[in-house]
C-alpha cells in the first residue's frame, strides 16, 4: 500500500487491535472485523499482533496502514515485542507495513542486538520500523539506529520504569525537542479517553495509539464485572 499522507497522519489515530490468547475475541476474523470497523470510523491505521493477524487484516482490508509485531517469550530475556530476526521477518512477511519492535535497553533473546537488528531489517528487508521504547534516552537512540517511528509503548512495562504509570506523556515533550521532524512520534500505551490522547498530541506526539480502551474486551468487561462485585 501507499503510505497515508503526513496531513492524514497527524493527529490520527491508530486502533492497537489484540485479543489475549484463549479469548474468543482472538480469531483471525474477528480481529479483522474489528480492524475493518475502526478504518470504517476514522483509523488512520491499526496496530496488529502476529503475522496470522496481520496476514487477515490485510486479506480483508488491504488498502490499511498496518503496524505489526508479534509478541514471542523466551527463558533468556524479558523483551517480548517482535524480539528478533525471525520475528521481524515473519511479521514483515505477514503485510506489515511497519515492523514494531521492543527498542529498550534490555538483553535480547539470544543475544542479539537492537543495531543489529534494526540494520539487518533495514538491509535485508527494507523495512519501516517503529521502535517501542521506554525512556526519552532509548527514543533517542532507536531514532540514530534508524527507527522512523518512536512510540511510548513500554513506558512503565520495563524494569527500568516499573514505578512509573502509562501514558507516557512526559517522554513526548523531550522527544520532541532531541528527534528530527522526519521522525514520528507516536504514543502508546493508558490514552483511556479522549481527552487523555488530546493532551498526548498537545505534549508532542504526532499520532496516537489506543488499544485496551477500544478493542479490549475481555479486560473491559472484568473491570466492570470486579467493580460491581465489590
Request: charged share 15%.
Amino acid at each position: 500500500m501507499s503510505f497515508p499522507s503526513l496531513e492524514t497522519l497527524n493527529r490520527g489515530l491508530i486502533v492497537s487491535v489484540q485479543a489475549p490468547e484463549g479469548s474468543p475475541m482472538h480469531h483471525p476474523q474477528v480481529i479483522a472485523a474489528m480492524a475493518e470497523a475502526s478504518l470504517r470510523n476514522g483509523a488512520v491505521g491499526v496496530r496488529l499482533e502476529s503475522p496470522e493477524h496481520i496476514g487477515a487484516v490485510r486479506r480483508r482490508c488491504p488498502q490499511a496502514l498496518i503496524i505489526g509485531l508479534w509478541k514471542r517469550s523466551f527463558p533468556d530475556s524479558s523483551v517480548y515485542i517482535t524480539p528478533g530476526w525471525a520475528e521481524v521477518k515473519a511479521v514483515w512477511s505477514a503485510g506489515a507495513d511497519v515492523v514494531a519492535l521492543d527498542a529498550t535497553a534490555r538483553h535480547r533473546p539470544g543475544g542479539i542486538t537492537l543495531e543489529q537488528l534494526v540494520s539487518r531489517a533495514q538491509q535485508e528487508l527494507g523495512a519501516p520500523l517503529m521502535a517501542d521504547i521506554d525512556t526519552v534516552a532509548n527514543g533517542v537512540r532507536a531514532a540514530e539506529l534508524g527507527c522512523g517511528w518512536v512510540g511510548t509503548t513500554l513506558y512503565g512495562y520495563t524494569e527500568a520504569t516499573a514505578v512509573e504509570s502509562p501514558p507516557g506523556l512526559s517522554l513526548l515533550g523531550p522527544l520532541r525537542q532531541q528527534l528530527g521532524s522526519d521522525i514520528r512520534i507516536i504514543c502508546e500505551g493508558g490514552l483511556d479517553s479522549p481527552q487523555v490522547a488530546i493532551e498526548a498530541l498537545a505534549a508532542g506526539a504526532d499520532t496516537v495509539v489506543v488499544g485496551t480502551a477500544i478493542t479490549g474486551v475481555d479486560l473491559q468487561v472484568n473491570t466492570y464485572c470486579q467493580a460491581l462485585a465489590a
